[in-house]
């Protein structure tokens, strides 16, 4: 079995450094964990249910490039 993921902290970032990236496997790591899905190609369906859970943890922005995602807290 490969690595465990855990959801990263938006606490932990800080103004000059808003972002964090998560590589495929920590998606779908993430998703699999969650879901049960053995899901192995970051779909739609993945998306989705990934930035649903970001904005729940309290992340204010999530975009993709390419296979990774970039999640960002914002500070108001």
Known sequence: MGRRYEWPD???RSPNQPHILLE??????LYQKDTGDDAKNLTE??????EDNAKR???DDV???DQT???KKVWR
């Not at 369906?45 to 990934?50: G, I, L, M, Q, T």
């Open 57 to 59: 943890r309290d992340w």
């Open 45 to 50: 369906k993945v998306r989705d249910w990934f």
């Open 10 to 12: 938006p606490k932990d």
């Open 24 to 29: 495929r496997e920590a998606v779908l790591d």
């Open 69 to 71: 995602a970039v999640l």
């Open 63 to 65: 975009t993709w490039a």
